[in-house]
């Protein structure tokens, strides 16, 4: 009997830690994105672009599409896209990679 008790808590022990530890981790999240109201230095930003993880897009070259035995050809660019945390687009990097789609013409 004294064992099944002993057991007993020890396990709410483990669940009691099991379900509070993501909330302290949350709380300890919230400290890192604070704003601190710092002036980013021009020369910094490029090194913040180096640190960025690019996403790949592929973009639409309509000016590049064109017909080629009875089919539409469309052209599309992968472009490398640097995004700030807003999303919104800093820089733009076109890669050599295309794609092409073929449809039928009727």
Do not use: W
Not at 5 to 19: E, K, M, T
Not at 36 to 65: C, F, N, R, S
Not at 77 to 94: A, F, L, S, T, W
């Amino acid at each position: 009997m004294k064992q099944m008790i002993g057991l007993s808590g020890l396990l709410l022990l483990c669940i009691y830690l099991v379900y509070n530890s993501p909330q302290i981790s949350q709380k300890n999240s919230d400290i890192d994105s604070l704003e601190t109201g710092a002036i980013v230095d021009p020369e910094t930003t490029d090194e913040i672009l180096e640190t960025i993880i690019p996403e790949l897009e592929y973009v639409h070259e309509k000016d590049q599409d064109n017909e080629v035995d009875g089919y539409i050809v469309e052209t599309y660019r992968e472009y490398e896209v640097h995004r700030d945390e807003k999303g919104k687009i800093i820089k733009q990097v076109p890669t050599s990679n295309f794609d092409y789609i073929r449809y039928k013409k009727y």
